[in-house]
């Protein structure tokens, strides 16, 4: 590891990433508004809670990716039914946020996206 300019060492070709999403989206004000509140959870209240998530990723990380990828609406509803299923006698495993909402999804019904990134049999 040298840390001189003229060093021939090849960079990594990705950037490290954090643990949130660092994916493209657009930066309207209701999704920063809602990753805002996430992040601002993350770095104060989450210490005091704990690490208690028994999913993958966490309930918070999920909660920035579901604001960035699916707005501040569909977001805060596909956010709090994940936090739901976390509780007692809930899921737990890998959980993903949908790259895309269901056809079916219409935003005056969001109760639709309490089966999305559950596994139905």
Known sequence: M???PDCSHEKP???SRSR???GQFRKTPGRLLGMGF???YQLTLSGFIGNSCRHIP???????EAFA?????????????????????GTSGLDPVPDALATGYWRWMPW????????TS
Do not use: A, D, M
Not at 73 to 82: E, I, K, N, P, V
């Open 58 to 64: 966490t309930c918070s990380e999920y909660g920035y």
């Open 38 to 40: 996430i992040r601002f």
């Open 20 to 22: 949130n999403w660092q």
């Open 2 to 4: 040298c840390g001189s």
């Open 69 to 89: 990828r699916h707005g501040f609406w569909s977001g805060f509803w596909l956010t709090l039914f994940r936090v739901v299923r976390c509780g007692p006698g």
């Open 13 to 15: 070709s990705q950037p």
């Open 112 to 119: 639709r996206l309490w089966r999305v990134g559950r596994k």
